[in-house]
């Protein structure tokens, strides 16, 4: 389940870097298309994210803050969108979803069960 999760999450950045491309340039059919599949994907994320938390439950409140942090990058990218189709300012936005990716990696990757840093 683990290799699900991490596709979807890195086709969902893709996904996010293409309805920001596709709003900035004018594309407003492209970029709805584009993000109606990354919220399939935030579909995928969820359920595959879901799953490694009943695998992980043994990690108690480090699980829990990781499930947190990976429903505020959720939020994150779909304001950073949003925001790009309304043309409205949007750096607030990327700075969460900065912090909340770097903390989600730092998490899931050092922190976790099949993390690559010693337990």
């Not at 991490?6 to 709003?23: D, K, P, R």
């Not at 994150?76 to 925001?83: D, G, I, L, Q, S």
């Amino acid at each position: 389940m683990a290799h699900l999760h991490i596709t979807s999450w890195v086709i969902a950045f893709v996904l996010v870097g293409l309805v920001t491309t596709f709003a900035r340039g004018g594309r407003e059919k492209a970029a709805k298309i584009s993000h109606m599949i990354l919220r399939v994907f935030y579909l995928l994320i969820l359920y595959s994210g879901g799953s490694l938390f009943a695998s992980y439950s043994v990690y108690g409140a480090l699980i829990i803050i990781k499930v947190l942090v990976g429903l505020w990058v959720i939020a994150a990218m779909e304001m950073v969108c949003v925001k790009y189709k309304k043309k409205k300012p949007a750096a607030v936005w990327w700075g969460q979803l900065l912090v909340a990716a770097i903390i989600a990696l730092v998490l899931g990757f050092g922190f976790l069960g099949a993390g690559i840093l010693p337990a």
